[in-house]
């Protein structure tokens, strides 16, 4: 088991950049970042797996944002980088991949533990 506590969002312009981290009460876990936005289903932003799988993104975030983790610290962090308004949402961490394949890696059921997120508002 795994308790997840998001910080760091807030409201930006569009162009800039937040950098959102998760303190989670270990490590034991493969760990992910969701992206839920108004009427949207909850979906994969970023993943980092315990497995040494390769660490995977949203297509529309490719290039923009960084998933990374210190382990020592026991946080996960996703680095967002011109930030447009459609990455406005609620920002959550899960851990915990129950997931039957990696290719389900984006969806929410693939992960049993969840953080209650941290607002993130992009404005043009």
């Known amino acids: 088991q795994v308790q997840l506590v998001e910080s760091g969002g807030g409201s930006v312009q569009a162009g800039g950049s937040l950098t959102l981290t998760c303190q989670a009460s270990n490590s034991r876990y493969s760990m992910a970042w969701f992206r839920q936005a108004p009427g949207e289903e909850r979906a994969g932003v970023a993943v980092?797996?315990?497995?040494?799988?390769?660490?995977q993104y949203a297509d529309s975030v490719k290039g923009r944002f960084t998933i990374s983790q210190d382990r020592t610290e026991n946080k996960l962090y996703l680095r967002m980088d011109s930030l447009t308004p459609e990455d406005t949402g609620m920002y959550y961490c899960?851990?915990?991949?129950?997931?039957?394949?990696?290719?389900?890696?984006?969806?929410?059921?693939?992960?049993?533990?969840w953080g209650q997120g941290t607002q993130v508002t992009v404005s043009s």
């Open positions: 980092i797996f315990m497995t040494g799988d390769p660490t």
């Open positions: 899960a851990a915990g991949w129950r997931g039957t394949s990696l290719e389900m890696w984006t969806r929410w059921e693939a992960y049993h533990y």
